[in-house]
């Protein structure tokens, strides 16, 4: 089926269950526990950082590394400008903008205001099955980058 004979329900729901996983992935690194970020994606997926060839594919792998974030890590993603293009009744692609705050080293309290430690784009793409809407891949593409300060 080609995206334009999708019902349009059905294309809003695809979209918003894509928005969806795009702020769920923010929120479980910043707030809930970061290797639950792996529950996201298909048993494939991946993601990568474009620059440096760094890649981390399937479930076991994404909840890892993900988990091995510093525990003393502080974090707030901002991310905007997302737009979500269905392209068939079980595919998707989005495009999001993030900006991140991150220390390491908060050992509680709020830490004054500083510059953010990462400005850019991801580049996903989605897949539904078994009635649910995966990550199949995050692609990140850093404008701005900078290191993570410890406190």
């Known amino acids: 089926m080609v995206a334009e004979a999708l019902d349009p329900a059905d294309r809003l729901i695809a979209e918003r269950a894509c928005e969806r996983l795009i702020v769920e992935f ?6 809930g526990d970061p290797g639950d970020v792996a529950d996201l994606f298909t048993d494939a997926g991946f993601w990568e950082w474009t620059e440096g060839g760094r890649r981390i594919q ?14 003393d890590r502080l974090s707030r993603r ?7 293009t269905v392209t068939s009744e079980a595919t998707a692609t989005a495009t999001s903008y993030f ?15 500083r510059a953010p430690t990462q400005v850019g784009h991801y580049e996903d793409t989605f897949l539904k099955a078994e009635g649910r809407w995966f990550l199949s891949s995050r692609s990140l593409h ?5 290191p993570t300060e410890r406190l």
Do not use: E, Q, W
């Not at 923010?26 to 707030?31: G, N, S, T």
């Not at 792998?61 to 525990?71: C, D, E, I, K, N």
């Not at 900006?99 to 205001?113: A, F, I, L, N, S």
């Open 99 to 113: 900006t991140t705050y991150r220390v390491d080293g908060h050992t509680g309290g709020p830490v004054p205001p």
């Open 26 to 31: 923010v929120h479980k690194l910043d707030l």
């Open 58 to 71: 399937g479930r076991d792998a994404l909840r890892s590394y993900f988990a091995g974030r510093p525990v």
């Open 78 to 84: 901002m991310c905007a400008n997302i737009l979500v």
């Open 142 to 146: 850093l404008a701005f980058a900078g």
